[in-house]
């Protein structure tokens, strides 16, 4: 049985109401999922049996749903509790959003600016120091704005030279340090005064023949970058 770590939330957005789910009302979905027991849930989430039910209760009144279904037992007892077709679904998107921050839970942060906004083409152009990188647009942004650039790690791509393909972003740079770790190699890269980070695997390490101070061109798609404003 799993369970997640403490401080994450999940907004759940199910025609037009929210509710944040935090850990412990995910962990408790999540066990009752395993065990088919509220009781059992509520011991592994660590929780009173009446907080669960509260748990319980306020996500239901809060989404106007019903998220779980017990079924009572005979005379020798034996009740049910299983997660509703609404609280599987709501379970399966929070594994998701695990899922995800657990591919990417390494990421590049850049700070930059916005320079070009093109709504006919839906990308915008931002500058981080010497460089120009190309993203999707995002309505909220202006010219101008401040913005953190998230790129994970495993979303920078390696290669001896510029190649014609879907990938927006090219950039010339130089390996300044390389480690490995658990199998992976993990390549440090000046890129115009920038430094970005990529994993890739041994067999593509001994493809392109790297080595410290080798030039590369690195590439990633718009669509790979996340931004905040800051």
Same mark, same amino acid.
């Given at each position: 049985?799993?369970?997640v770590?403490?401080g994450?939330? $999940?907004? =759940? /957005?199910?025609?037009?109401?929210s509710f944040?789910l935090?850990? &412990?009302?995910? /962990?408790?979905?999540? +066990?009752i999922?395993?065990t088919?027991?509220?009781?059992?849930?509520?011991?592994? *989430?660590? !929780?009173?049996?009446?907080?669960a039910?509260?748990?319980?209760?306020k996500?239901?009144s809060?989404l106007?749903?019903s998220?779980?279904d017990?079924?009572?037992?005979g005379k020798?007892?034996g009740?049910?509790?299983?997660?509703t077709e609404?609280? $599987?679904?709501?379970l399966?998107?929070?594994?998701k !959003?695990?899922?995800?921050?657990?591919?990417?839970?390494?990421?590049n942060e @850049?700070?930059a600016?916005v320079?070009?906004i093109?709504?006919?083409e839906? @990308?915008?152009? !931002?500058q981080?120091?010497?460089i120009?990188?190309?993203i %999707?647009?995002?309505?909220?942004y202006e010219i101008?704005d401040? =913005?953190?650039?998230?790129i994970s790690?495993?979303?920078? +791509?390696?290669?001896l030279n %510029?190649q014609e393909s &879907? =990938?927006?972003?090219?950039?010339?740079?130089?390996?300044?340090e390389?480690?490995?770790?658990?199998? =992976?190699?993990?390549?440090?890269m000046?890129?115009g005064?920038?430094?970005?980070f &990529?994993?890739? *695997?041994l067999s593509?390490?001994?493809?392109?023949n790297l080595?410290?101070?080798?030039? !590369?061109y690195?590439g +990633?798609k718009?669509?790979?970058?996340?931004?905040?404003?800051i």
């Amino acid at each position: 049985m799993t369970d997640v770590k403490a401080g994450v939330e $999940y907004n =759940i /957005n199910l025609d037009g109401k929210s509710f944040l789910l935090n850990t &412990s009302k995910y /962990n408790l979905l999540n +066990f009752i999922n395993e065990t088919g027991s509220l009781t059992e849930a509520a011991k592994l *989430t660590k !929780i009173s049996y009446r907080t669960a039910l509260n748990h319980v209760e306020k996500i239901e009144s809060t989404l106007d749903i019903s998220i779980v279904d017990t079924q009572k037992g005979g005379k020798g007892g034996g009740g049910k509790t299983s997660l509703t077709e609404e609280g $599987y679904s709501i379970l399966k998107e929070c594994k998701k !959003i695990n899922a995800i921050m657990e591919l990417h839970r390494e990421v590049n942060e @850049i700070e930059a600016t916005v320079l070009e906004i093109n709504k006919s083409e839906g @990308i915008m152009k !931002i500058q981080m120091k010497e460089i120009e990188i190309n993203i %999707p647009l995002n309505e909220k942004y202006e010219i101008g704005d401040k =913005i953190l650039a998230l790129i994970s790690y495993d979303n920078i +791509f390696l290669m001896l030279n %510029p190649q014609e393909s &879907s =990938i927006r972003n090219i950039l010339k740079g130089k390996i300044v340090e390389m480690s490995l770790e658990n199998e =992976i190699i993990r390549v440090k890269m000046d890129v115009g005064g920038i430094t970005l980070f &990529s994993d890739i *695997t041994l067999s593509a390490e001994k493809a392109l023949n790297l080595s410290l101070g080798k030039e !590369i061109y690195i590439g +990633f798609k718009a669509m790979s970058v996340a931004t905040l404003k800051i």
